[in-house]
């Protein structure tokens, strides 16, 4: 393996060169790589690894920490594969895989999102394993989260493989700054598309033809974009869907041609205290009241998976949060609030296949530099996220 020679027991930095110089970019070359290696520093640890591949080279990595039964088990989670450098290989400062170190930053493919997480959890685990008498850490790297989660997540829960009773996942915890908040609720998503009818006929008599097709998509997009879909159970304006009204939008034939059809596509970021049944009617109406009577429309969800995806949300009194609230507080010296996530994660499929609640993020680095070029992570949030985790690990088994 292409690795510079973490030795264990050495620093988290020198895990996360490790890590970030073994390509895993998704798609690309797959897990397997650096499972193989993540497995054999966790075994030089005494911990016990198992690698297991819905498809092969897709490897998720599960790893045992067991000071002993009768505490329960503590999941820490975090994926192993990298979105790939893709088109921005040229804006690229430093050589993606190769960690560089400016002013106390590191780049390279995977700082933030999420191999500095990755590396913070193995290096805490190990020193709670030094001296804990109770209890089991589980950690969880998964595969193929960066497409979704199918060969991953997903799939460790659907056969019933995590034994956790509740998980952290790693992922960066900043937008703008670093740690902003523990991320309790993973939002889930509903795509729709409204197809629009009209009449197709010659441009020259639009004036005398109904309305035409992209027209009338264009009012339903831009009311769509006003809508504020309802929802109940916020504890406070710290979550709230979001809708992005035509990510996809088509119609039209040639110059020429009256329009007689089009087609938009929207998703819908969804919060706890939604509902399939109100938020389509609202979605009718909000579209039924943007068209002139002349117009046919239908809703219709091309991809049924994607109809509805539960938003899910960890309790603000389970313990995995009071344990985490505590720790953010020694070791960060600040009260974190709960949050929703803005991104998917794959404390979804924990929650929804296995049943586990899971914290969405609390991890080092920023979403806001992930997928792009020059993503990086502050070396003293990685060494900070040892000492969180090893807290957090401490609190929850009291
Ligand atoms: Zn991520």
Redesign the pocket.
């Known amino acids: 393996l292409p690795v510079k020679g973490f030795s264990v027991k050495t620093d988290v930095i020198s895990l996360l060169t490790d890590l970030v110089s073994i390509d895993s970019s998704n798609p690309g070359v797959g897990e397997r790589n650096v499972a193989e290696y993540l497995a054999s520093v966790c075994r030089d640890l005494g911990f016990e690894t198992r690698i297991l591949e819905a498809a092969p080279g897709r490897s998720n990595l599960l790893v045992s920490a067991d000071a002993g039964s009768g505490s329960g088990v503590l999941g820490l989670s975090g994926?192993l594969d990298t979105k790939p450098v893709g088109d921005a290989e040229n804006a690229w400062r430093t050589p993606p895989l190769d960690l560089t170190v400016q002013e106390g930053r590191a780049y390279g493919l995977g700082t933030s999102?999420?191999k500095g997480g990755i590396a913070a959890m193995v290096a805490a685990t190990e020193r709670w394993a030094a001296r804990a008498t109770e209890g089991r850490i589980e950690l969880i790297f998964t595969a193929d989260?960066?497409a979704g989660g199918a060969l991953g997540a997903r799939w460790l829960a659907d056969q019933s493989l995590i034994s956790a009773d509740a998980i952290v996942i790693g992922?960066?915890s900043g937008v703008v700054d670093a740690w902003e908040a523990i991320y309790t609720v993973s939002r889930g998503m509903c795509c729709f598309d409204i197809v629009v009818e009209g009449v197709q006929g010659h441009s020259g008599l639009s004036d005398q033809l109904p309305m035409s097709a992209t027209v009338a998509a264009a009012k339903v997009v831009s009311a769509l974009h006003e809508l504020n879909p309802s929802f109940s159970d916020a504890p406070d304006d710290a979550w709230k869907p979001t809708v992005n009204s035509a990510v996809l939008l088509e119609g039209g034939v040639f110059y020429g041609v009256h329009p007689g059809h089009a087609r938009i596509g929207c998703d819908i970021r969804l919060v706890p205290g939604m509902s399939p049944h109100r938020l389509e009617s609202e979605i009718r109406s909000c579209v039924e009241s943007s068209l002139p009577e002349e117009i046919g429309w239908r809703l219709e969800y091309p991809i049924p998976a994607l109809r509805w995806v539960d938003p899910v949300a960890v309790p603000n009194d389970h313990p995995v949060l009071s344990a985490a609230s505590a720790a953010a507080t020694k070791v960060l010296e600040r009260d974190l609030h709960f949050r929703a996530y803005p991104?998917g994660?794959d404390a979804t499929s924990f929650f929804l296949g296995a049943g586990i609640p899971s914290v969405a993020s609390l991890g080092p680095g920023w979403l806001s530099v992930?997928h792009g070029p020059n993503e990086c992570v502050d070396l003293g949030d990685v060494v900070l996220a040892v000492d969180l985790y090893a807290e957090l690990i401490a609190q929850y088994f009291g």
């Open positions: 994926h999102d999420m989260e960066e992922e960066p991104g994660t992930a």
